[in-house]
């Protein structure tokens, strides 16, 4: 990022720690006077800031108030922490169960990212980098928070999403995908090998939340040649096992389902 785009940012940002608990509205003349910028630089950098929705304007007093996308923001992160709180030890226990590498994914728009990963102990393993961000098509983890987004979202980011080959078994055609993901939501779990990765495989079941929303995957992943016939059975077993209760820790209870979460997960 050249000096000046970094510069604009940490403006941004300081504009942004300007606004508190007590002073929740602020006007142009009061930011720019706490950061010692112009007027006229404060005014841009607020007006950019509320176009894509990160500030918003009180049509009454005309100041500026912390805007929808920053909620949406600290939404995104404190549910992140609840459902990694809650499912570590039971994430621990599947780890121990099957010897394999046990992660936890989100969904941030048409990606997921790894928010929580405990390495099983053999010596050959999935290594996934907490943080790191994969293709919601392409691997079991996905797919499972794909194909239990309520029906007209997953059209929505079908319709967006590239499918980009990343090995000879990636699904790269809608129809086809859009069948897997209907098997995916009949059975309650998905499974996948070498669609992301060459060699691996994955065994993922969706966790709900107190509304009955698919919140996070839970995978078990590992070596391709470990996940054949009986084995992947079982893991799958498993999988969706934990899974069931971590959404029992998470609020959910059988009786509140929201449209398109999968009837297993109770």
Known sequence: ??????????????????????RPELGVREVARRLRLSRSTTGRLLATLQSAGVVARNPGTRAYMIGPRVLA???????VLDVRATARPILDGLRRATR???????????????????????????????????PLYAGAGGKVLLAFLPAAERRAVLD??????????TITD??????????????????SSGERFAGAATVAAPIQGADGSVVAALNVSGPADRFTGARKAK??????KAARAISRAMGYRPGVIASGTPSRAS
């Open 100 to 134: 394999e590498t046990t992660t936890l994914y989100v969904r941030d728009g048409h990606q997921r990212v790894c928010v929580e990963r405990l390495d099983g102990p053999q010596s050959i393993r999935a290594v996934v980098r907490l943080g790191e961000r994969m």
């Open 73 to 79: 923001w600290a939404g995104l992160y404190t549910g």
């Open 174 to 191: 809608r129809s086809r995908l859009e069948r897997e993901l209907a098997v995916i939501r009949r059975q309650g779990y998905a499974a």
């Open 235 to 240: 893991y799958a077993r498993l999988v969706t």
């Open 1 to 22: 990022m050249a000096d000046g785009q970094s510069s604009t940012v940490l403006r941004a940002i300081s504009i942004l720690d300007c606004f508190s608990t007590e």
């Open 160 to 169: 967006r999403l590239a499918l980009v080959r990343f090995t000879r078994r």
